[in-house]
């Protein structure tokens, strides 16, 4: 099944909608933190998702220690609407203050990147009691008198007040299963925004059975972005992409075609003669084209969309 690729952004992330929409499917941008905050870039990113046809949404970075009422009246406010999906980002806000207390040239250094990158998996299940005891002083010294659970629930509560839509969760294995401790209804009430690096599949964690998106990486590399941005795999087709969002349009490429060779083609890294093969395509796969050249024998070659560097060739 093939990848339907999203983003995510914020103001770390410097976005050219236009040159970057034929390689995504839809993008989730931040839009507030806490009760005050408004991400620099969200009413930009909105725009240019909505200039291109992008299926945009947006999420929120939820603070623990602010009112989660407050937060979802301000996330929903600043909004403005266009969108059906909102996600409260509950993470690695108390991780990261005690990943903080540790030198990373400690015997700990190891642990301590795995967690602060959510992955792998494999590494943060052997996270060394030192770091466990840690982390749970921190959130300790939060005073929490509600559990983080139930302020979550409230701040989602209130968001499909609001707007009639329940908010997906977003976080990452460990800090579901260590930090916010989810109940049963969790898994059902709310659709599972992953965070699980460097794997082709992500550990869902209780009480969840499946995923609606999996955030992959944070060092993407698409055209158009400058730098580093953060992908992800939606679990479903283009078509539910644009159903869920309620805005945007699945991206019309200027053409397509399709293998149709029983032996199957070859996929090159170059639009130049002897370019190296990445990939044999298979007989009937349909491809999609967003760019053409001309060889110097005069076979055309397709840029299809998929990979960064990739070229088809059709013989003249």
């Known amino acids: 099944m093939a990848k339907i690729k999203l983003v995510d952004t914020s103001h770390w992330e410097t976005v050219d909608w236009a040159v970057v929409r034929p390689h995504i499917y839809g993008a989730i941008n931040k839009c507030t933190q806490g009760t005050t905050i408004v991400d620099s870039k969200y009413y930009s990113s909105k725009n240019g998702c909505i200039q ?3 299926p945009w949404a947006s ?3 939820f ?4 009112d989660p009422i407050a937060q979802a009246n301000f996330y929903v406010s600043k909004v403005q609407g266009g969108s059906k999906i909102f996600v409260c980002d509950v993470e690695t806000t108390v991780l990261n203050e005690a990943i903080e207390r ?5 015997s700990l250094g190891r642990y301590i990147k795995a967690a602060k990158m959510k992955a ?3 590494a943060l299940k052997e996270l060394p009691e030192e770091l466990t005891k840690v982390v749970e002083e921190v959130i300790s010294q939060y005073n929490l008198s509600t559990p983080l659970h139930e302020l979550v629930n409230d701040f989602c509560d209130r968001v499909y007040e609001q707007t009639g839509y329940m908010p997906w969760i977003y976080s990452s294995p460990y800090f579901i299963s260590s930090i916010l401790k989810p109940p049963a209804f969790f898994g059902l009430k709310y659709d599972l925004w992953i965070a699980h690096y460097y794997v082709e599949e992500p550990i869902i964690p209780a009480p969840w059975s ?5 955030q992959y990486t944070d060092r993407g590399v698409l055209p158009g972005v400058i730098g580093n941005i953060d992908l992800d795999n939606f679990n479903g087709t283009p078509q539910e992409v644009v159903s869920l969002f309620g805005n945007g349009s699945i991206y019309q490429y200027p053409e397509y075609v399709i293998v149709n060779s029983p032996a199957g083609l070859n996929l ?17 796969k349909e491809l999609h084209v967003i760019d053409t050249k001309q060889d110097e024998d005069g ?5 299809i969309e998929g990979w960064v560097a990739s070229w088809l060739t059709r013989p003249k």
């Open 63 to 66: 603070a623990p220690l602010s």
């Open 52 to 54: 291109t046809a992008c």
């Open 299 to 303: 076979r055309i070659r397709y840029k």
């Open 210 to 214: 499946s995923y609606i998106l999996h």
């Open 268 to 284: 090159r890294a170059t639009n130049l003669k002897g370019g190296y093969i990445i990939v044999a395509i298979q007989n009937g």
């Open 102 to 106: 540790f030198q990373p040239t400690t």
């Open 59 to 61: 999420y929120h970075f």
């Open 120 to 122: 792998p998996w494999r």
